[in-house]
């Protein structure tokens, strides 16, 4: 859930009233920059590993991008002829074998392989709000506005309607072997789900709307944010609270979020180009930074769509600014 998996003018909306108010992290600049959009991008997602990324920009279509070489592999198009069906969110599974890519109406499952589309789908009765793709293309998660989560198996046609919601859902995530799924929405609720069943695992209590969710994709945490001031990590095993986020600003909105591989670090992203480290065992931030703005744009704004670690001291960020960057870890 990656990121970018809310919509673009939602974020950015959220991204003018908090630059105001955000503290300003320090000077850091990228090691290295791309440009993979040239006026900007409405959704990205970063691979866990740090190997592919994958756009959507009015120009450009859906681009899959080697970010090793910074080559790109795939140009794929899905209808963006107006406002309201524009590819707003994309998620890119756990072992890169597909990607899944999203409008409001409709959403599209991508070979990144061959290059090769492997179904495009039409969603019935609400908009859709956020995504997820299983290892292998396997399983998809659609999050919608009428409050339903559905678990769509592609090969066979088997749906699973989750209705533990009953507002607006926000954010989806799902384990990579697609078995269990994390949702939040507008009833202050964050629900670990099992997928074959529908049967609720764990429920996560907030004070305010869930914003963002997130699976640690080894298994082990889980990621739950709300609209004013609590995110939280939870132990996947037992349930119960590992850790809160540690900020004094009066609210902090996440975008994008990710766990290292060693389990050790979070990392997140902001609708106001803010990037942040964080100890999971404490909570304490451990460095910011903030990504490059579009030259064009002012204010100098961008959504972080996507994070993802490299490796234990390096950093991958994609926003709406077009920009795929590599940072280095303050130690």
């Given amino acids: ?150 678990h769509v198996t592609p090969a066979t046609g088997r749906r699973l309607e989750f209705l533990g919601h009953s507002e607006k859902i926000n954010s989806v995530d799902m384990l990579p072997n697609g078995r269990i799924a994390l949702s939040g929405g507008n009833d202050f609720v964050a629900y670990l789900w099992d997928t074959q069943s529908g049967q609720v695992i764990y429920r996560f209590n907030h004070p305010s709307r869930v914003t963002k969710v997130a699976l640690d994709h080894h298994g082990r945490y889980a990621f739950t944010a709300d609209s004013k001031k609590q995110a939280h990590i939870w132990d996947l095993k037992t349930g119960k609270l590992v850790s809160s986020l540690k900020y004094t600003n009066r609210q902090e909105v996440f975008s994008s979020v990710q766990f290292s591989k060693d389990g050790q670090l979070l990392v997140t992203g902001a609708p106001t180009r803010k990037v942040s480290v964080w100890d999971i065992s404490s909570g304490e931030r451990r460095s910011s930074f903030r990504v490059s703005p579009r030259d064009d744009i002012r204010p100098a704004g961008a959504v972080v769509y996507s994070v993802a670690f490299r490796d234990n001291s390096h950093i991958l960020t994609q926003s709406s600014s077009g920009y795929a960057e590599l940072w280095q870890i303050n130690q």
């Fill in 1 to 150: 859930m990656r990121v970018g998996k809310s919509t673009f003018l939602t974020l950015f909306a959220v991204a003018s009233l908090l630059l105001l108010s955000a503290c300003q992290p320090s000077g850091q600049q990228p090691l290295q920059k791309w440009q993979h959009a040239i006026e900007g991008a409405y959704a990205a997602d970063i691979a866990n590993d740090g190997k592919l990324s994958a756009s959507s920009s009015i120009h450009h279509g859906i681009s899959l991008w080697d970010l090793e070489k910074n080559a790109l592999l795939f140009q794929w198009s899905q209808q963006q002829d107006s406002a309201d069906n524009l590819v707003l969110a994309i998620d890119i599974a756990d072992n890169n074998s597909h990607v899944l890519t999203a409008s409001r109406e409709n959403f599209a499952l991508w070979n990144a392989t061959s290059g090769q589309s492997e179904g495009y789908w039409r969603v019935r009765e609400s908009s859709i709000r956020d995504i997820a793709v299983a290892n292998d293309g396997r399983f998809i998660l659609i999050g919608k506005g009428n409050g339903t989560v559905v």
